[in-house]
């Protein structure tokens, strides 16, 4: 006999909605982009105002190197250098993280043939 209707003894699963978020994190409720993008914008603002008001020119002096440069110059190489330093630290933590998950779920794989061979 088919059944028509939904199971009675199955768990219904909860539904995922754009909203399910926003419920979550009071950061995110009435915002429909995320917080870390505010973050960047104003940071990159912040970051251009500075340049912006550093405009004169500077001498620096690095290991052998003698050089004159708009402050400016520096200051943006400065900050993608920090963007850059930011991304590559992110990348070992991702790796990181997933060659311990990747190990964890090798033992647990041995442990469940060896439990297997035993019975």
Do not use: C
């Amino acid at each position: 006999m088919a059944s028509s209707g939904p199971d009675p003894n199955r768990e219904a699963k909860p539904e995922r909605t754009a909203g399910a978020a926003a419920d979550r994190d009071p950061l995110l409720k009435g915002h429909p982009f995320r917080v870390g993008f505010l973050i960047g914008v104003l940071v990159t603002v912040v970051v251009a105002l500075l340049i912006i008001q550093n405009s004169e020119t500077v001498q620096l002096e690095w290991l052998f190197l003698d050089f004159e440069w708009p402050l400016w110059v520096l200051l943006l190489l400065t900050f993608v250098a920090g963007m850059v330093a930011w991304q590559l630290m992110l990348y070992g933590i991702r790796r990181a993280r997933k060659k311990a998950s990747d190990r964890r779920a090798v033992r647990k794989s041995r442990r469940a043939q060896k439990k297997r061979g035993a019975q």
